[in-house]
């Protein structure tokens, strides 16, 4: 058993305890005296360096440590909790933007799908895609030491960025593995054909940073065209408003203020 | 700082580039809609960087990657392809591509990665 210095939130107060972790639980000491098998936790969440441990239970368990101990503890959740889990290779993260990573290697570890995101698993790290930020999931071919191999690439954004991982393993674990995620994400498919052609371009344009003024010049179009596509992009939730710029004209008294001031 | 040859086949994606470019402080000197054009263009213009398209008619990207290597051995050209066209990319790596860039792209990576190959 391995004892981890951790705050633990416990009647709206973070307590500063050591835990205890083997393979099949964790043991909190006084004042929460508490003790999680493994195996009845069905979610683990990341945010920041604060993990939230959901059981079968709807427990639901917030400590934070160092990432040191944050490693050891993902690991061993993930390895032994509730979850669609297989053995697989992974790439993560493969592209950003569009831009391939440059060191991005493949490793050798464990996808596990729980709740609410996709834990790549390794010895050296642990990943989590949150399933409400997968933006795409594809099977396609990909060279690996000189092989082509099916793989499943899956596309999520972090910090407004499009990060693509991709993973490998068998053909037929991977049509499970594509199937599955497919299913869980479903909610956010978008089908072909829903989109016009100038729609589609806008989106694209959005996609790649552009702004309302510059997409009205790139595709010559006027801005009541392009605020009802964004109408229609927003009915079909692929877009959220972030600002409303207004238009102005000048008054009287701000005509006035314009002439006096480029009087020498 | 570049000097930009822009070459893609679709006139949006020209002019997405060119934006993206250009709000990067980058001056664009030339576009080209396929092969042959980019070839042709690159010698007249010498340009500092090239972003090149894969798949174009006429003469393709890599085919015109070989023209322009074979003309300027130090050429500095970036790919751009499509997802699932990573074959063609190690080719052009092989065949002395610089950088590539997959569609659909966004607008800071695009200019990191140029940025890094023009300061190669």
């Known amino acids: 058993m391995t004892q981890l210095p951790v705050k633990l939130e416990h009647g709206g107060e973070w307590v500063s305890l050591k835990i205890d972790l083997d393979e099949e639980k964790i043991v909190i000491p006084e004042p929460v005296s508490a003790e999680i098998k493994i195996k009845a936790i069905d979610d683990l969440e990341e945010k920041k360096n604060i993990l939230i441990i959901s059981t079968k239970k709807s427990e639901t368990i917030k400590l934070a440590s160092v990432p040191k101990v944050l490693q050891l503890l993902k690991r061993a959740i993930i390895m032994g909790c509730t979850a669609y889990r297989l053995t697989a290779y992974f790439m993560s993260p493969a592209i950003r933007g569009g831009v391939m990573v440059k060191d991005a290697k493949w490793e050798k570890g464990a996808i596990a799908v729980l709740k609410t995101g996709i834990w790549f698993v390794s010895k050296e790290k642990q990943i989590c895609i949150p399933l409400d930020e997968v933006s795409g999931i594809e099977l396609t071919k990909r060279e690996v030491q000189g092989r082509e191999n099916e793989v499943v690439q899956i596309s999520h954004i972090e910090n407004e960025e499009v990060i693509t991982s991709f993973v490998l393993c068998p053909l037929t674990t991977l049509q499970i593995l594509f199937n599955y995620l497919k299913d869980t994400t479903k909610d956010l498919d978008v089908l072909s054909g829903e989109l016009d052609d100038m729609s589609a371009q806008v989106a694209m344009l959005v996609y790649s940073g552009m702004d309302t003024h510059a997409i009205e010049n790139m595709i010559s179009i006027s801005n009541k065209k392009i605020e009802s596509i964004y109408d229609k992009l927003i009915e079909k939730g692929l877009v959220e408003v972030v600002m409303t710029r207004r238009e102005v004209k000048l008054t009287t008294k701000g005509v006035r203020f314009v002439n006096e001031s480029v009087k020498t | 700082m570049g ?31 396929n092969g042959e054009d980019a070839v042709e263009k690159y010698k007249a213009l010498k340009p500092d960087l090239v972003t090149m398209d894969v798949v174009m008619p006429k003469m393709n990207g890599i085919e015109a990657l070989k023209a322009i290597m074979a003309a300027d051995p130090n050429a500095k050209i970036v790919m751009c392809t499509a997802v699932g066209q990573e074959q063609m990319v190690k080719l052009a790596i092989k065949t002395g591509a610089k950088g590539y860039i997959v569609k659909p792209f966004q607008a800071p990576k695009v200019l990191e990665e140029v940025n890094n190959v023009l300061s190669s």
């Open chain 2, 3 to 33: 000097r930009i040859l822009v070459v893609d086949d679709t006139m949006f994606m020209r002019t997405l580039l060119k934006n993206i470019l250009f709000s990067g402080s980058h001056d664009i000197v030339g576009e080209a809609e």
